[in-house]
């Protein structure tokens, strides 16, 4: 390390205890995507305390700072933390009036991007960068509360369900060269990541039938339950269809399943995800899905509307990341924390937004630990604070300072290396291709009386 990387750390630990306050704060005040209007308040305070040019309510309520200002000179990097939780009422901590819980960690990643600020706006460091560090505070991350999600693009407030899809589309990444990610991990201590993931496409399917008396006149209705059910059963028949090399995953609930056990329900909800490792599998398993509803739809007479949304782009590993593993070694090596590598060669069935970022700009990502339990339940919990958030502090300042010392010499490699997947353009016309409506009409039979 050299002088700089050193008082970075040290800048951090002198300022532990507001970094960890901000972890918990944000831990017991989780929101839900899109809706993270206390969180964003809160990161704004931070960069604007520090003096920072402050954009707010990009993408609904997404927060950008500007080191440098806007428009600086040089390579621009961007230190990304996602603000958003999930819908886990039934843990201790989750807060009352959302319902939400950040059993997903994103609360140590607006903690880390929080704490790098400690070091990175030191004036010292700030004149030792060849290039401008963006605070980045994104939204809705977790693809949940969908029938919301698509309230809100009906009424022309968004465009995708994703966050980090919808700032792109907006042109709220335009600006930003590098983008810089971390995820909770709490298997590891600390861990490069940069494995590839799965992409996917969202669907809400409603059916739509015709209610009647269950028992005493089943024959006048049309029961949209039957019609989901037949649906899920014919998606469980796609499935050895499906390659093993692509990964493919279909799951999925019914979010709205009738009123009562004695009235044949007339509408039904079903919300999907059709996940897989490249473009081509995921479409071909969201057709073999559609088809599956069809199914439904026409054994039973009801009605169906197959709403299909763009979700996440698959992941691609940046070809350069030793900067990552250097601050991971930095970290490491003044707490003794174990290393772990996630590489290019390792794949994994979940899917982020960070995808989509990673095919039109380099990529580069960490994970922490510091919780016990398993992502997206119940029993996850922040066992380790210093680990949580003052780690992913120091990384994130770290690399970021590594990028663009001496004359942003590792940051232009890293851009060197990057071989683009799609650019803004080409992006936003796949995913608006991906938006489709079908509408099967019912065909009831006659009533028999």
């Known amino acids: 390390m050299d002088h700089l990387e050193q008082k970075i750390l040290d800048l951090i ?3 532990r205890e507001e970094i960890i306050a901000a972890g918990r704060d944000i831990w017991t005040h989780a929101e839900m995507g899109f809706k993270e209007f206390r969180t964003a308040g809160k990161f704004a305070d931070f960069l604007k305390a520090k003096g920072l040019e402050v954009e707010e309510g990009l993408a609904v309520t997404g927060v950008k700072g500007y080191l440098k200002g806007k428009g600086a000179p040089g390579t621009t990097v961007a230190l990304i933390g996602e603000m958003d939780a999930l819908p886990i009422p039934n843990h201790p901590d989750a807060n009352p009036e959302t319902g939400a819980s950040h059993c997903c960690g994103h609360n140590a990643q607006v903690a880390g991007v929080i704490g790098s600020l400690f070091a990175l706006t030191d004036p010292e460091i700030r004149d030792a960068l ?7 505070a994104v939204p809705a991350e977790e693809f949940v509360d969908i029938e919301f999600k698509k309230g809100l693009m009906e009424q022309g407030k968004i ?18 060269d590098i983008a810089v990610g971390h995820h909770t991990d709490p298997a590891e201590e600390l861990v490069l990541k940069n494995n590839s993931s799965n992409g996917f496409v969202n669907k809400v399917v409603e ?5 009647a008396h269950a028992a005493g006149a089943p024959h006048r209705g049309l029961d949209a339950l039957n019609a989901a059910t037949l649906a899920m059963h014919a998606i469980d028949m796609q499935r050895e269809s499906f390659r093993d090399c692509d990964t493919v995953r279909v799951h999925g609930f019914i979010s709205r399943g009738g009123e009562a056990m004695n009235i044949i329900a007339d509408n039904v909800t079903m919300e999907h995800s059709v996940r897989a490792k490249n473009i081509p599998a995921f479409t071909d398993a969201s057709e073999k899905f559609d088809r599956s509803i069809r199914a439904g739809a026409v054994a039973t007479g009801c009605g169906a509307t197959i709403n299909t949304m763009p979700g996440y782009l ?8 030793r900067v990552v593993e250097e601050a991971l070694a930095d970290v490491a090596q003044t707490k003794g924390y174990r290393i772990s590598y996630h590489r290019a060669d390792m794949h994994t069935t979940g899917s982020t937004d960070f995808g989509d970022v990673s095919c039109i700009m380099p990529l580069l990502q960490f994970g922490t630990g510091g919780y016990r339990g398993t992502l997206h339940n119940p029993d996850m919990l922040p066992i380790d604070e210093e680990l949580a958030y003052v780690a992913t502090a120091k990384i994130f300042a770290l690399v970021a300072y590594k990028l663009l010392k001496n004359g942003a010499d590792a940051a232009h490699a890293l ?8 650019s803004k353009e080409e992006y936003i016309r796949y995913m608006d291709s991906m938006k489709k409506v079908e509408t099967i009409e019912p065909k009831p039979l006659p009533l028999l009386d």
Do not use: W
């Not at 060849?130 to 980045?136: A, P, R």
């Not at 465009?159 to 930003?176: F, P, S, T, V």
């Not at 698959?314 to 990341?321: G, L, Q, R, S, Y």
């Open 13 to 15: 630990d002198q300022n």
């Open 314 to 321: 698959p992941t691609i590993p940046a070809k350069d990341t």
């Open 207 to 211: 059916f739509h039938g015709r209610k």
């Open 130 to 136: 060849d290039g401008n560090v963006v605070f980045f």
């Open 415 to 422: 851009i060197e290396s990057y071989e683009q997947v799609l």
């Open 159 to 176: 465009g995708y369900g994703g966050g980090k899809c919808e700032l792109i589309r907006i042109g709220a990444m335009d600006d930003i």
